[in-house]
């Protein structure tokens, strides 16, 4: 089975730019992650999908940062405009049902100059 | 915000050493997950244990579980240099109805052949 896929793999942009994360989950995985992570940190959640609807998004800075997962399967997290403190990897996962374990996809760099 | 905090941050051993990371947490939970990731990568889920368990193996793996400490702890035993990676404890915790997994800061371990 294909794994989570994510992209881009890396992302230079310049703050106050938009920028746009894509992840394709496991097909049939109903519940879709994003996190975000710092160096040397663990993943922090910013949202949580179950299909279309977003059931947690309380860490997600809406000033900024947008989220959708359109037709419950492919979903895309936005930035606009980026600050110079988003520079990190940020990580989308995915899992059959609520309660099971999450796949990862390897994630996008993002660096803010 | 992080509910898991790991000991130790990090740990360097000898190939075919025995390495023990400890993770303790808040609330109460419905289960607690480990994953291990690599240099670059994303989280690979490797073991999850109910919060009804005590302990649990898989492979040269073993994982204990402390609900009235709020503690558990992550045993790889036999070490092989491609053990080296960040390992995190997750909990899932029961006020959430599930699914909200929460990840601590990670203990890096090197194995050294």
Sequence with gaps: ?113 | SQQGEEDPQALSIQEGENATMNCSYKTSINNLQWYRQNSGRGLVHLILIRSNEREKHSGRLRVTLDTSKKSSSLLITASRAADTASYFCATDAAENQGGKLIFGQGTELSVKP
């Design chain 1, 1 to 113: 089975e294909a794994g989570v896929v994510q992209s881009p793999r890396y992302k230079i942009i310049e703050k106050k730019q938009p920028v746009a994360f894509w992840c394709n989950p496991i097909s049939g995985h109903n519940t879709l992650y994003w996190y975000l992570q710092n160096l040397g940190q663990g993943p922090e959640l910013l949202i949580r999908y179950e299909n279309e609807e977003a059931v947690d998004d309380s860490q997600l800075p809406k000033d900024r940062f947008s989220a959708e997962r359109l037709k419950g399967v492919d979903s895309t997290l936005k930035i606009q405009p980026a600050e110079l403190g988003d520079s990190a990897v940020y990580l989308c996962a995915s899992s059959l049902y609520r309660n099971s374990p999450l796949h990862f996809g390897n994630g996008t760099r993002l660096t803010v100059t």
